[in-house]
Every structure is written in structure tokens, then in C-alpha cells.
């Protein structure tokens, strides 16, 4: 399964860098991420090369952050590619808690990352509507 | 001025005469305190078993002082008095680590408490024609219910508008034709502050007199309220442990707050050594009750500081005038009227695993109310980095501290180790409320 890493960040100048240059540090490449603005905190998610040494790279300088599983399907970069997922999603009534994704290469392939309570079900459903579900390396090969 | 009193005879009763009715209350208190497990014990060790053993008001000094945690280690029945059966009300208030304290009364003590009350009231110059608004809570808080008795004893109209809700006080202000409230300083400040908002001008309403407690406030910040509001602002004190508010309260000449000496002993003492100070010397308020029969308490001590005005006051009232109260010997913090002990808001937080060991309280003013903001930081070990979670802790946390501390606060998570380390309770408290 691909993974995510989930980092507690308290809302203020230089926690991002903070966080930026341990992954440098550890020669860790980020493939993309986001940010959720709580206020007094955020929660920053990050899709990186190498998620579990990112994980206890960061878990050592005592941040607060967990690695969690995360649906990440590949899906072509072209006009009506995402309704087409999005019709699945509706379809199935799937209830998506979070998602984002990104090119891997212009015109030709994407990644829609989602997070969802019932993993294994919805891997199952999204992969019979003829979807491809990365798993972790798969992800870090594109 | 013509000076109006409730009870003239008392009130102004020379102080050779208030002596011996104080020496004659004692002995009464004596007698109903004997019957409590606590000051049995005391008193016994003290070589008082009879009223008769004390013979003067010196005789007070033989017994020991009495202090929050007694009340709180007599919780529920320690320091009762009479029978249950005599006993038509209770107000409890939470003690400093979550274990409340309570003050039982019977009939007798309630009318009592309602004729201080009803001084305090003509006191003022309001009269049973004036209509009153009362803005305090309600309920085991004893703010509201102590003045609503007073209040219609006076016979003036009343109406128990309870805290809150700014925009319905204001409307029964302006059509009930409110003429006095009573009110905590960072409420009339809040309610002056939002007239405009509501459109209703100061010619709209007929107030003229407000009563303010429950909080310290500055001489600076009466003349503020007084001037823009256009009304006289009076100020009051009193103590859940002494009944609640009517323990003292300023006359028409608002120059220091009349103490019911009838009802009270009041004594002013060095806190560290205990030792008696003069009038004009400011210490620790210590009470001894001298009129209730279900919940007797002797030389309790306040931890309010303050001292006695020396002198005599043109309204002829011979009960000594108290300063305003300039600062407290323990950590205890007022928010919005309310009393919070850091330490009730420690033993919330620790209930949770998720959040770390370090936090920080945080007290701001907005839009004239104080606003209490709890920091604390999340735990890494139990992170599991999902923001629902984070959130239902925070909302978790609230509704606990909101039930123990009854103020609804905002609660921050933060990064661990974020928080400035200290070493004790009240080191965690940062108070960016103005000075007074």
C-alpha cells in the first residue's frame, strides 16, 4: 500500500522549513504535498520518495508524525479522466476524507491520492471499475 | 444629602453597641459550631466546649483559622449545623482541585442574607420603584440568587436576566426601562461597547445605576464604565464561603464598601504570620459569620487582600468601609466573574494521553470579555495523524474543561516541546489582560 506521511506542525514562520530541511538532510525527494490550515496548527501530508525513512527521520528530531495508508490511483492527465473516477466514487458511495494528486508525466499519466476509512473494500471496488491501485514502489517507479 | 438606609437602627449603631451585639452573635455561632464534626474538634482543642467559654471578642483569637481546604476536606456534611431537614438551600462552588465546597442555609439565614442585601440596595439610593436587571448567573453561583432576594425585598420590579446573550439584556433593558443592573465590570464594559451595534442609543434606556462585582477592577475603570454608560457605578464583595455578595457595598458616597459588621467579623491579618493589622493596613480578609445557623464559619480565611478605610463616612453608616480588593495570596485567577484555580485546569488536561505534560494558560481580553485560551501540546507517541481525530480531541478537551471550570474556553494544540517549560502552576499562566 502507498504511504503518506502525516506531520503535526504548529501555524508559525519556520516550521516548514523545520520539517524541509530534515528531509533534505536525509536525502529524501518530495513528491508532493499539502497542507491543512487548523489554525493554531496545521497538518501537513507529504508523499516522498522514501516514506519510512522520512517517518523515523522526522520521528527523531520529535516531531509528531505517523505514516498512514493511502489509495493512490493512477489515472490519465486528460480532460474528463477525473469525472470518470469521481463518477466511480459516486457510484459506489464512496466517502472521500481527503485527497489530492499530481502529474507524473504532462498528458499522459497522474496520481489521485485518497484517504478513505475502508482501505481494502474500496482498493477492491475502484480496481474492478478497471483502475490501477499503486502500491508503494509502484509509486516511486512512475 | 438625605441618606436612605434599610435597617437605620443598625446601621447606624455606635460602635460600643455593635461590639456587645457582636459579642452576643459570637457566642450564638459558638453554640451552632460546637455541633459541626470540624470545629468540635477545634474548638474542644482550643478549651472552648460552651458559648459561655468565650467572654469577649478577644476570645476569637483563641480559635484557629479556618481555610478553603477545611471547607473542602468537610465536603459534604463536615460543617453542617442543624438538622437536613432545616435546611432550605444549598450553593456549593469548586475548590481548588475539583473537590467543591458548601454552604448550607436554613430560612432564618437566608432572610438575613436578604436584609444585607436590601442594605446594600438603599444604599445605593435605588428605591422599590427603580426596575433591576440582574446580569449574574443563576444557580449554585451565588451572584445571582444572593441580589434577586435582595432585590425584591426592596420591592423593586425585577428581572433575572442571568448572564449572557447581549443582544436580549439589551432589549430588556430598553423596554423594561431598566433603571439599576448588577453586572461584572468586564460585562458592562462588553454591553457599553455593543449598544451601537444593536442601534439603541443611551436616551433609549433609563438606567442610571449599575452594581459591579465579582471581579477586581480599577477606580479607572469606574469612571470609564460611569462615563459611558452616563450612570453611577457602585462597587460590591462578597464570597461564596460568606454567602455571596452583600458581604460589602458602597453608599451613595461610593468611597469604600460597607461591611455588615453585625453579620461578620472582619478581620484584616498579616497572611504570613497571622497577626491582627490595623485599619489601613492592607492584608488578608478574614471572616467569621455571626448570623447563620446552618453553615457556621470562624476566622475564614479569604485569601482576598485588602484593608480597612479609617475614618468615619458621611452617610452615618458606622460599619467599617473596605478598600477595594487589591490582589490575592494564592494563584486563583477571575475569568469573567468566575474563580479558576490553575490547577483545575491541570488536572483536566492530564486526564488525556493524547496531549503531553506541558501546557500553558493563556488569558487575553476581546471586545471586553476575558478570553481564557488552554495550550497544550499533542503527545507524539499517540499521533496517529489524522485531523478528525485532532480535532475531536480538542473539542474533548473543551467540553471537560468547560464542565469543571464552567467558562468555555478555546482550546490550541500545539508541537511538541513548543510550550515555554516552567516549573510550577502558575508560572504557566501568561495574563495579557491589561493591568487595573
Known sequence: MAKQVNVFLDNRPGRLKSVAEVLAQNNINVRTMTLNDRGEYGLMKLIVDKPEK??????????ACALKDILAILVEDKPGSFFKIATVFFKHNINILDAYGYVVESGKEAV??????????????????????????????? | MEIAY?????????RDSLKHLQLKYLKETIGYALRTSLYKKRLQKAGITSPDDIKSLDDLKRIPFTTKDDLRESYPRGLLAVDIGDVIRIHTSSGTTGTPTVIYHTQQDLNNWTELLARCIIATGATRNDVFQNMM?????????GLHYGAEAVGMMVIPAGGGNTRRQIKLMKDFRTSVIHITPSYALHIASKLE????????????????????????????????????????????EMNGPGVSFECVYKCGMHTWEDNYILEVIDPKSGENLDDGEEGELVFTTLRRQATPLLRYRSRDLAYILPGDCECKRTHRRLSRITGRTDDMLIINGVNVFPSQIEEVIMQFPEV???????????????????????????????????????????????????????????????????????????DKRPAL
Not at chain 1, 522520512?54 to 516531531?63: D, I, Q, R, T, V
Not at chain 2, 448567573?137 to 440568587?145: E, Q
Not at chain 2, 442610571?208 to 459611558?228: C, F, H, M, Q, V
Open chain 1, 54 to 63: 522520512a517517518y523515523l527521520a522526522l520521528s527523531e528530531k520529535h516531531f
Open chain 1, 112 to 142: 489521485l491520492c485518497i484517504e478513505v476509512k475502508d482501505i481494502p473494500k474500496i482498493k477492491e471496488i475502484v480496481e474492478k471499475e478497471g483502475f490501477k491501485i499503486l502500491e508503494e514502489d509502484q509509486l516511486h517507479e512512475l
Open chain 2, 6 to 14: 434599610w435597617n437605620k437602627e443598625i446601621e447606624t449603631i455606635d
Open chain 2, 137 to 145: 448567573s443563576y444557580g449554585l453561583f451565588t451572584g445571582g440568587l
Open chain 2, 197 to 240: 451595534e444593536f442601534g439603541v442609543s443611551l436616551n433609549e434606556l433609563a438606567l442610571r445605576k449599575a452594581y459591579l462585582g465579582a471581579e477586581p477592577y480599577s477606580e479607572n475603570t469606574r469612571r470609564k464604565i460611569e462615563d459611558l454608560l452616563r450612570i453611577d457605578v457602585y462597587n460590591s464583595y462578597g464570597l461564596s
Open chain 2, 356 to 430: 503531553g505534560h506541558n501546557y500553558q494558560i493563556y488569558i487575553d481580553k476581546q471586545e471586553n470579555l476575558d478570553k481564557l485560551i488552554v495550550k497544550v501540546e499533542i503527545y507524539s507517541k499517540l499521533f496517529t495523524g489524522d485531523l478528525a481525530e485532532l480535532e475531536a480531541l480538542k473539542r474533548r478537551i473543551k467540553d471537560e474543561l468547560r464542565a469543571s471550570i464552567v467558562i468555555n474556553p478555546t482550546v490550541e494544540l500545539h508541537e511538541p516541546g513548543s510550550l515555554p517549560v516552567f516549573e510550577g502552576k502558575a508560572q504557566r499562566v501568561v
